[in-house]
């Protein structure tokens, strides 16, 4: 159990995300016009020490973007992201290597997520060689301990990623994540790729570290399964917007916005043929007075716009959501 | 009581060997598959479970070959059959969609005449004849503006379009059965929802059996009144889905549902660790390999 | 699986070695000086123990010149292709993962290069240079680099979205870094079969030019002057064109092999583990 479930104010958050827009252009035809996408539209987010944040949506609503922003391979087009009070982009942003040690992140595919040239112990032993770890014995050392760190063993360094298979791969992605000692690890999907009876041997272990090491995540995820079981907060995503977001608890059992309800409806559930008790929701809040849930959900998103003016509004203690006023 | 659509009995499949016994990727795989019925085959990947339904279509890529068997429909043994007779079948009585649905779409060709095509190979239409009724199977798979979509080509088409395209040419000549792989593990949950159900209205109305597979219990659970669970190549349990997901009875189906972290757990259960499945069972203990199974129309 | 890998290598391996051995040691493989033994008493010999390969129509033995030819051949074509691949290997790299306007001065180069035969591009580079072994080299290594460049850039646009080089960079790998140790290894194979194949190329470009009387001048050997030198007689005095021919053959199937070779030893892929 973590503890960070009260977050207290007083705390520096690990990660804080302000008002992130990214905007791409994409190349229409030869005659078409070049058109702006709007992937990502002012998300706020804030991660606190020891805590996992998952940011849940569907393919194409900014999560991952979003992630891509935070670790510096996509330039934002405004807003600010600082982790451990630092600047990622912009004037007194780090160099690359401060950056690389405050920041890492985990891979979906456990296929490409490995250079396939090069052995185990030279991926993880080249990063620390970057960051000034001159001793080749001790980043022997270090090494041998992060592979032990995520099951595996030292013996394995020698060996080249097609050796591996996709459960160990990945293991080996979270050690690469881990080797400069970072604070704050982005997952993207990190389970997704994953067989069940895997899939859980690598959520064991990533609570396991968070606890051992004090880790702080910031998850993105499609799965809801995956997202109650391991975040303390979690941030609904649709079309470039933080549409709700609040405590694990607050959004999985009293969802508002009609997008979150949707998605928590149609995900596939055992528990619903088994009669378990959290087989129906309760009745969908009304949204404050005076306001609607924004944006609707009837239609596909419009990604080629800016959205349409919206605020988030608090509906409960730990919970928020968006609504457009009128 | 009609017997079963398709019986499957003793399913072999692996790579044959010359210098010893041949190296088995299915073993003695048997169920059947009631008319109408929507059976469900789970399991991880490398259980066999995609080999055997390329099986029955006779789709396998050497060397993976079919040992041993039988896969009977209607008096036929699909196992034994010419590849003639089979490619007749095929598209026809017995269709098939797949997870990726770009890599079954011809990328140069409408998605109108891909679907008239199959009015014209099995039933004769002529093309003239086939098109309004590829527009009709559009429309049937509520594909919106079905006329001007059947002009377009599958790049045009959003992943969850494309799979109700696939749906349409499979269902277009109300085979007997429709083999579903991971069907819709390539889409959001919101279109998976959408797809599932369609296969079940159009298999409902239609009479068409499906065999499911997938990797997913919840798709499974939604879907299915029969379970088949695999696992290192046989078949494990074989129940009813409501009885195998309330009291399931082998290791591996025991194991596979505590790993699986359910939606609505924490609340009751808290942040506990998942139960790590190899850890449960040994895969190669003698007891493992004792399949569970129960006859069909047990008392839940 | 291991098989066929091995014997690429070794049949490579040893085509190649023994053309180079040829070439360094032709002074002990032969007692004939391959430009100042010319008798034309003896000229238009067919093969006989005194001279392995023949004479050619100024009575210079064949054999003796096809193994000082391998000297002036071997040197072209492997430095040639060596700067030639540099070039691609570089331009392409680069422009794959940089991208923007540096991608568009690289790929509208490449196709100029393509665009222009690069036999007429090394002919207007001997011309301005005039005829020698150096203006040869530059001739050659300047005009051949587009299809490595091309097969270069295409390979690393489709891997820098690859996992392993995200988190590359995230880890804080320069650029330079990026492409030399996650990207480079990576498109080893395909480019060491091109340059194998340029290898090749360039060993025949040198004939063309060297018969334009723009690259070795005659009587020094090469294996492209001594062809043009016996095209004439080809009918009356065949070993004259069939031995340094077959020196070509064999060179261009020995690079050959030996790059398909190297890129499967490359591959830990293709490694069985004991």
Same mark, same amino acid.
């Given at each position: 159990?973590?503890?960070?479930?009260?977050?207290?104010?007083?705390?520096?958050?690990?990660?804080?995300?302000?008002?992130?827009?990214?905007?791409?252009?994409?190349?229409?035809?030869?005659?078409?016009?070049?058109?702006?996408?709007?992937?990502?539209?002012?998300?706020?987010?804030?991660?606190?020490?020891?805590?996992?944040?998952?940011?849940?949506?569907?393919?194409?609503?900014?999560?991952?973007?979003?992630?891509?922003?935070?670790?510096?391979?996509?330039?934002?087009?405004?807003?600010?992201?600082?982790?451990?009070?630092?600047?990622?982009?912009?004037?007194?942003?780090?160099?690359?290597?401060?950056?690389?040690?405050?920041?890492?992140?985990?891979?979906?595919?456990?296929?490409?997520?490995?250079?396939?040239?090069?052995?185990?112990?030279?991926?993880?032993?080249?990063?620390?060689?970057?960051?000034?770890?001159?001793?080749?014995?001790?980043?022997?050392?270090?090494?041998?301990?992060?592979?032990?760190?995520?099951?595996?063993?030292?013996?394995?360094?020698?060996?080249?990623?097609?050796?591996?298979?996709?459960?160990?791969?990945?293991?080996?992605?979270?050690?690469?994540?881990?080797?400069?000692?970072?604070?704050?690890?982005?997952?993207?999907?990190?389970?997704?790729?994953?067989?069940?009876?895997?899939?859980?041997?690598?959520?064991?272990?990533?609570?396991?570290?968070?606890?051992?090491?004090?880790?702080?995540?910031?998850?993105?995820?499609?799965?809801?399964?995956?997202?109650?079981?391991?975040?303390?907060?979690?941030?609904?995503?649709?079309?470039?917007?933080?549409?709700?977001?609040?405590?694990?608890?607050?959004?999985?059992?009293?969802?508002?916005?009609?997008?979150?309800?949707?998605?928590?409806?149609?995900?596939?559930?055992?528990?619903?043929?088994?009669?378990?008790?959290?087989?129906?929701?309760?009745?969908?809040?009304?949204?404050?007075?005076?306001?609607?849930?924004?944006?609707?959900?009837?239609?596909?998103?419009?990604?080629?716009?800016?959205?349409?003016?919206?605020?988030?509004?608090?509906?409960?203690?730990?919970?928020?959501?968006?609504?457009?006023?009128? | 009581?009609?017997?079963?659509?398709?019986?499957?009995?003793?399913?072999?499949?692996?790579?044959?060997?010359?210098?010893?016994?041949?190296?088995?990727?299915?073993?003695?795989?048997?169920?059947?598959?009631?008319?109408?019925?929507?059976?469900?085959?789970?399991?991880?990947?490398?259980?066999?479970?995609?080999?055997?339904?390329?099986?029955? $279509?006779?789709?396998?890529?050497?060397?993976?070959?079919?040992?041993?068997?039988?896969?009977?429909?209607?008096?036929?043994?699909?196992?034994?059959?010419?590849?003639?007779? $089979?490619?007749?079948?095929?598209?026809?009585?017995?269709?098939?969609?797949?997870?990726?649905?770009?890599?079954?779409?011809?990328?140069?060709?409408?998605?109108?005449?891909?679907?008239?095509?199959?009015?014209?190979?099995?039933?004769?239409?002529?093309?003239?004849?086939?098109?309004?009724?590829?527009?009709?199977?559009?429309?049937?798979?509520?594909?919106?503006?079905?006329?001007?979509?059947?002009?377009?080509?599958?790049?045009?088409?959003?992943?969850?379009?494309?799979?109700?395209?696939?749906?349409?040419?499979?269902?277009?000549?109300?085979?007997?059965?429709?083999?579903?792989?991971?069907?819709?593990?390539?889409?959001?949950?919101?279109?998976?929802?959408?797809?599932?159900?369609?296969?079940?209205?159009?298999?409902?109305?239609?009479?068409?059996?499906?065999?499911?597979?997938?990797?997913?219990?919840?798709?499974?659970?939604?879907?299915?009144?029969?379970?088949?669970? $695999?696992?290192?190549?046989?078949?494990?349990?074989?129940?009813?889905?409501?009885?195998?997901?309330?009291?399931?009875?082998?290791?591996?189906?025991?194991?596979?549902?505590?790993?699986?972290?359910?939606?609505?757990?924490?609340?009751?259960?808290?942040?506990?660790?998942?139960?790590?499945?190899?850890?449960?069972?040994?895969?190669?203990?003698?007891?493992?390999?004792?399949?569970?199974?129960?006859?069909?129309?047990?008392?839940? | 699986?291991?098989?066929?890998?091995?014997?690429?290598?070794?049949?490579?391996?040893?085509?190649?070695?023994?053309?180079?051995?040829?070439?360094?040691?032709?002074?002990?493989?032969?007692?004939?000086?391959?430009?100042?033994?010319?008798?034309?008493?003896?000229?238009?010999?067919? =093969?006989?123990?005194?001279?392995?390969?023949?004479?050619?129509?100024?009575?210079?033995?064949?054999?003796?010149?096809?193994?000082?030819?391998?000297?002036?051949?071997?040197?072209?074509?492997?430095?040639? !292709?060596?700067?030639?691949?540099?070039?691609?290997?570089?331009?392409?790299?680069?422009?794959?993962?940089?991208?923007?306007?540096?991608?568009?001065?690289?790929?509208?180069?490449?196709?100029?290069?393509?665009?222009?035969?690069?036999?007429?591009?090394?002919?207007?580079?001997?011309?301005?240079?005039g005829p020698g072994v150096v203006s040869l080299l530059i001739a050659l290594g300047l005009t051949n680099w587009s299809w490595s460049?091309?097969?270069?850039?295409?390979?690393?646009?489709?891997?820098?979205?690859?996992?392993?080089?995200?988190?590359?960079?995230?880890?804080?790998?320069?650029?330079?870094?990026?492409?030399?140790? !996650?990207?480079?290894?990576?498109?080893?194979?395909?480019?060491?079969?091109?340059?194998?194949?340029?290898?090749?190329?360039?060993?025949?470009?040198?004939?063309?030019?060297?018969?334009?009387?723009?690259?070795?001048? =005659?009587?020094?050997?090469?294996?492209?002057?001594?062809?043009?030198?016996?095209?004439?007689?080809?009918?009356?005095? =065949?070993?004259?064109?069939?031995?340094?021919?077959?020196?070509?053959?064999?060179?261009?199937?020995?690079?050959?092999?030996?790059?398909?070779?190297?890129?499967?030893?490359?591959?830990?892929?293709?490694?069985?583990?004991?």
């Open positions: 159990m973590s503890a960070a479930t009260l977050p207290s104010p007083a705390s520096e958050p690990i990660l804080s995300v302000k008002d992130l827009h990214v905007r791409f252009p994409v190349a229409g035809g030869l005659l078409r016009r070049r058109r702006i996408v709007h992937a990502v539209n002012g998300v706020d987010l804030a991660v606190q020490p020891g805590q996992c944040v998952s940011l849940v949506g569907e393919s194409g609503c900014g999560k991952s973007t979003t992630a891509l922003a935070i670790m510096g391979l996509q330039a934002p087009s405004s807003g600010a992201i600082t982790v451990e009070g630092r600047p990622v982009y912009g004037p007194g942003a780090p160099d690359r290597l401060a950056r690389a040690r405050l920041a890492q992140i985990v891979f979906q595919d456990p296929f490409s997520t490995l250079n396939p040239r090069e052995t185990i112990g030279r991926a993880l032993s080249q990063p620390l060689m970057l960051h000034g770890v001159k001793d080749r014995a001790e980043r022997a050392d270090r090494v041998a301990t992060s592979l032990r760190q995520v099951g595996l063993l030292p013996d394995h360094a020698t060996r080249y990623p097609h050796e591996f298979s996709g459960g160990q791969r990945q293991r080996i992605g979270i050690a690469r994540a881990m080797i400069l000692g970072p604070r704050l690890i982005v997952l993207d999907e990190p389970v997704s790729a994953l067989d069940v009876s895997i899939r859980a041997q690598i959520i064991n272990l990533l609570m396991d570290l968070q606890q051992d090491l004090g880790l702080s995540y910031l998850m993105i995820s499609h799965d809801l399964g995956v997202v109650e079981h391991v975040s303390d907060r979690v941030a609904v995503m649709f079309a470039g917007q933080i549409v709700e977001e609040g405590g694990w608890r607050e959004v999985f059992t009293a969802p508002a916005h009609p997008y979150t309800r949707r998605l928590i409806e149609t995900i596939p559930n055992p528990a619903r043929l088994t009669g378990g008790a959290q087989e129906i929701l309760p009745p969908a809040p009304e949204p404050p007075s005076g306001t609607r849930f924004w944006p609707p959900i009837g239609q596909r998103p419009e990604i080629s716009r800016p959205p349409e003016p919206s605020t988030f509004m608090n509906i409960g203690k730990d919970h928020r959501v968006r609504v457009r006023v009128g | 009581m009609s017997g079963p659509l398709l019986d499957i009995r003793g399913l072999t499949i692996g790579i044959p060997n010359r210098n010893g016994p041949p190296l088995q990727i299915v073993r003695d795989l048997s169920f059947d598959i009631m008319p109408g019925e929507i059976f469900g085959l789970v399991g991880e990947s490398g259980s066999g479970k995609s080999a055997s339904a390329l099986a029955l $279509m006779g789709l396998n890529r050497r060397p993976l070959t079919t040992l041993e068997g039988q896969a009977l429909y209607g008096g036929q043994d699909l196992l034994a059959m010419s590849r003639r007779s $089979m490619r007749k079948l095929r598209g026809d009585r017995i269709s098939m969609i797949f997870q990726e649905p770009m890599t079954a779409l011809n990328p140069l060709a409408r998605i109108g005449s891909q679907i008239a095509e199959m009015f014209v190979l099995h039933r004769g239409l002529s093309w003239s004849d086939a098109r309004p009724k590829a527009v009709e199977a559009l429309a049937a798979v509520q594909v919106p503006d079905p006329k001007g979509r059947a002009r377009a080509y599958p790049h045009q088409l959003s992943g969850g379009l494309r799979q109700r395209v696939m749906i349409a040419m499979a269902m277009a000549c109300r085979p007997d059965l429709l083999i579903a792989d991971e069907p819709t593990t390539a889409l959001d949950v919101t279109v998976q929802a959408e797809v599932l159900r369609l296969i079940r209205e159009l298999c409902e109305r239609e009479g068409t059996a499906v065999l499911l597979i997938s990797h997913d219990l919840g798709v499974i659970a939604q879907m299915c009144q029969r379970v088949g669970v $695999m696992a290192n190549g046989r078949l494990r349990e074989l129940r009813d889905a409501k009885a195998l997901f309330t009291d399931p009875r082998h290791p591996y189906t025991q194991g596979l549902l505590a790993a699986l972290p359910r939606l609505g757990s924490r609340a009751t259960e808290g942040r506990h660790r998942l139960a790590d499945l190899d850890m449960a069972i040994d895969r190669d203990a003698p007891g493992f390999s004792e399949t569970y199974l129960r006859p069909r129309g047990e008392a839940a | 699986m291991r098989m066929p890998f091995r014997l690429n290598l070794t049949l490579g391996l040893a085509l190649v070695s023994l053309v180079i051995l040829g070439a360094v040691f032709a002074p002990l493989l032969t007692a004939h000086d391959p430009i100042l033994d010319a008798d034309l008493m003896n000229s238009e010999m067919p =093969p006989s123990w005194d001279h392995w390969f023949g004479t050619d129509s100024q009575g210079r033995d064949v054999f003796s010149r096809v193994l000082y030819g391998a000297r002036v051949s071997l040197t072209i074509g492997i430095v040639a !292709q060596a700067i030639n691949s540099t070039i691609g290997i570089a331009l392409g790299l680069s422009a794959g993962y940089w991208g923007g306007w540096w991608d568009d001065v690289v790929n509208g180069l490449t196709n100029l290069m393509l665009a222009i035969p690069s036999l007429v591009f090394a002919l207007a580079i001997m011309a301005v240079l460049c091309r097969i270069t850039r295409s390979a690393v646009m489709s891997l820098k979205t690859q996992g392993y080089v995200q988190a590359a960079r995230t880890l804080g790998y320069g650029d330079i870094r990026i492409m030399l140790t !996650q990207l480079l290894p990576n498109i080893v194979g395909p480019v060491l079969v091109m340059a194998t194949l340029g290898i090749g190329e360039a060993v025949l470009a040198e004939a063309a030019l060297s018969f334009l009387g723009l690259g070795i001048r =005659p009587p020094a050997p090469s294996w492209g002057n001594m062809l043009t030198d016996a095209r004439e007689a080809i009918r009356s005095v =065949p070993w004259a064109t069939i031995f340094p021919g077959l020196a070509v053959f064999v060179t261009v199937l020995g690079f050959n092999l030996l790059g398909d070779g190297v890129r499967d030893w490359l591959d830990p892929r293709m490694q069985v583990r004991a």
